[in-house]
Nanobody, 129 residues
């Protein structure tokens, strides 16, 4: 049973960088064919795919967020991280990490919960005014 857990600060000031960590247990982030994504949901809005890191370490980003987003990993800790720079109140959302197959990066405009076989519980991040 694969489990994912998000962690990081719940409050970030505008212009600062948000950093979140996803800790994976019950499976390796280097598992072949797996893609490890960051997804967020702002209040009243749908799921937004932000980016992913593959089992190989290759990264993929949403065009809308590419300029501000960086995903990395620490294989020794079985963790991957999200950094989102220059945040504004529009970045207030619940942030999730999740595992999916290659289709999740081939068709990133489509985000459905059932495309991902494992999800973290999500963590609320608020960007203050």
């Amino acid at each position: 049973q694969v489990q994912l857990q998000e962690s990081g600060p719940g409050l970030v000031e505008p212009s600062q960088t948000l950093s979140l960590t996803c800790t994976v247990s019950g499976g390796s982030i280097t598992t072949e064919y797996a893609y490890w994504s960051w997804i967020r949901q702002a209040p009243g809005k749908g799921l937004e795919w932000m980016g992913a890191i593959a089992s190989s370490g290759s990264t993929y980003y949403s065009p809308a967020l590419k300029s501000r987003t960086s995903i990395s990993r620490d294989t020794s800790k079985n963790q991957f991280t999200l950094q989102l720079s220059s945040v504004t109140p529009a970045d207030t959302a619940v942030y999730y990490c999740a595992r999916g197959g290659v289709h999740t990066i081939v068709l990133p405009a489509t985000v459905r919960r059932d495309e991902y076989d494992y999800w973290g519980q999500g963590t609320q991040v608020t960007v203050s005014s």
